[in-house]
């Protein structure tokens, strides 16, 4: 551990993590069309909604409905390839609602502790912001990421039942 430059601090052996906003979510977009993918994959009845879905909708609903975004992303140690990421919201509407709104690792990179650096480090900008509602979604399909979710201390609420738009 140690701290590189302006908003880069050592994390995890071998990766490095980053930080930004707004102005670079385009920097996880194959990111996100992975994790997308993944979803579409595992939805039972919502396949056509993910697979209309796409970075420029996402984006523009994501800056829509929210005051403040931090993105947090890890790098290789070559800092070349982004090997996952953390994006985090406060509600515009309500600054005391807060989203972890989407997460995702490379399959490769998984199991050595990036999700749970990013987790750590979005919780800890909600804390920082006096967010005392802290929510995230997880799509039907990928029930084992409630399971992950549980050791940050995030329970399952309700289910959300939406009619297919056909
Ligand atoms: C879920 C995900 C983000 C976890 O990231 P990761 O970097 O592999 O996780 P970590 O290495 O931080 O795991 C930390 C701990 O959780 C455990 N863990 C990892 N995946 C888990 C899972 N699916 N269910 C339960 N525990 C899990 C690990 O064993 C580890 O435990 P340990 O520290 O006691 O050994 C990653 O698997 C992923 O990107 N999945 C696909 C996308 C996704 O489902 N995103 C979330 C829904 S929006």
């Avoid at 490095?16 to 939805?43: C, I, Q, Y």
């Avoid at 509602?133 to 979710?149: C, D, K, M, S």
Wanted: proline share 2%; glycine share 10%; hydrophobic share 40%.
């Amino acid at each position: 551990m140690g701290n590189g430059a302006a908003g880069t601090t050592r994390t995890v052996d071998g990766f490095t993590l980053k930080m930004g906003g707004e102005a670079n979510l385009d920097l996880v977009r194959p990111l996100w069309e992975k994790l997308n993918r993944m979803h579409s994959e595992l939805s039972p009845h919502f396949k056509q909604r993910y697979q209309k879905m796409d970075w420029q909708w996402r984006k523009a609903a994501l800056l829509k409905k929210s005051k403040a975004i931090l993105l947090k992303y890890v790098v290789d140690d070559r800092g070349e390839t982004i090997v996952g990421y953390c994006i985090s919201s406060i509600a515009r509407e309500d600054e005391t609602v807060g989203e972890i709104d989407s997460l995702y690792i490379a399959e490769e990179y998984r199991k050595a502790g990036i999700g749970k650096l990013l987790m750590f480090n979005a919780i800890q900008w909600l804390n920082g912001r006096g967010v005392k509602t802290q929510r995230l979604l997880v799509g039907v399909g990928n029930e084992r990421a409630i399971e992950y979710y549980r050791q940050f201390g995030f329970h399952p609420l309700h289910i959300v039942l939406q009619k297919r738009e056909e």
